[in-house]
């Protein structure tokens, strides 16, 4: 029983996102919603449940289905004095509004010699392990980070969910919210009044002493999951959570890799042109002498992301994957 009573208390990750919008729209009138079917039906992972309901259609918008009607319309909004989040359904339709992403919301500030901000925020469901196929499972924080101008956070868990939404919206410079598909019904402790986490501030999620595991979103609790298994086997795993990719948090990182000397990156986004190349690059400029082995990157096959359960396993980071490379670095 006491179980049951402690999971009631729990916050579920689509509860926390619909929770951490609606804590920034009660403090600040000008933060307002857009998106497709955001408003009575809750969103389509209900992570915008009873927000029209607070807070009426004068701030939650339903929109056509148009990525680039969506992110135009926030951008619009954003430089003319409000603060939109901004939902497009499936991190993989950020393609569709790629020019206003990519080459228009980010330069604004610097174009106009900080005349003109974009306080913005896009959020977007994100990652595989689902079996929704090639054009609704990609990992596409790596499409994001190519972009200067860009924040770019991905929270892990509810807490997490609900401190950086609220870092994101008061944030000046427009922010990329990835909320990853995989999480959505995993549980956690409910954050607390006020909570707010810096962008850019990585989060040491277990301590170990032999090999530094560095993860995102949802490779974090699999990347616990492997620290647990190796931990049976004498291997003292620490696991880093990076939370952001911009701001990136490499002192985190660094004092960790000062610690164990080994240094492995999981990562779902494809190996080619993964998040993971960047942080090891600047390991490689600013921490190479804390090294004592190569360094091991785990990420996603290079190949569009299949539909069935047995491909897509071979293709994304698991469990295994991650132990029998923390495993055979360990021993190097």
Known sequence: MADVSTDRDLLTYREAVAEGIAREMRRDPDVVCLGEDIGAAGGVFKTTAGLLKEFGPERVWDTPISEQAIVGAAMGAAMTGLRPVAEIMFSDFLACCWDYLANEIPKVRYMTGGQVTVPLVVRTANGGGLGFGAQHSQATENWALTVPGLK??????????????????????????FEHKGLLASRGAPAPPDHVVELGRAAVVREGADVTLVALAAMVPLALTAASRLAQEGIDVEVVDLRCLVPLDMATVLASLAKTSRLVTVEENPYQGGWGATLVAVVADEGFGLLDAPVRRIAGECVPLPFADALEERVIPTADKVVAAVRSLAAY
């Open 152 to 177: 770019i956070a991905a929270p892990a868990t509810p807490s997490d969910v609900i401190g950086m939404m609220a870092a994101a919206v008061r944030s000046d410079d427009p922010v990329v919210f």
